[in-house]
């Protein structure tokens, strides 16, 4: 059985809050994103996650893994293109992230991030 977080006092919390526990910005982030773009049917690789939310890859990697940790999302292997071409692993939500509130706009906040590092290329 999988642990996917405790209430405090050492029990497993089932409930689909109590598996997001205290999310990081990057991983609220990365679970809109994949809730939005894909749900549990698409998984997505780091660099398309990356590219579209302005993230490093290291940064997608630890927000993958630490919701996989959690039991929201999956790490999904043979991502096919739509042309039928491999194109390697992936990560896909699990039904129980589907039960999280209150994640951001992954949409407003990618556009701010894009914004923000075309300003520190400029300066």
């Known amino acids: 059985m999988e642990d996917l977080g405790s209430d405090g006092a050492g029990a497993p919390d089932s409930s689909a809050e109590g598996r997001a526990g205290q999310l990081s910005a990057e991983e609220a982030l990365v679970l809109a994103y994949l809730l939005d773009r894909g749900g549990d049917e698409y998984a997505f690789g780091f660099a398309t996650i990356g590219g579209d939310l302005w993230m490093g ?67």
């Open 57 to 123: 890859r290291a940064a997608v990697r630890a927000a993958c893994r630490s919701l996989a940790d959690r039991g929201l999302t999956r790490f999904c292997r043979g991502l096919m293109n739509d042309e039928g071409m491999l194109m390697g692993s992936g990560y896909a939500c699990r039904p129980a992230a589907f039960g999280i509130s209150g994640l951001p706009d992954w949409m407003a906040l990618a556009d701010e991030r894009a914004a923000l590092s075309k300003a520190q290329g400029e300066a």
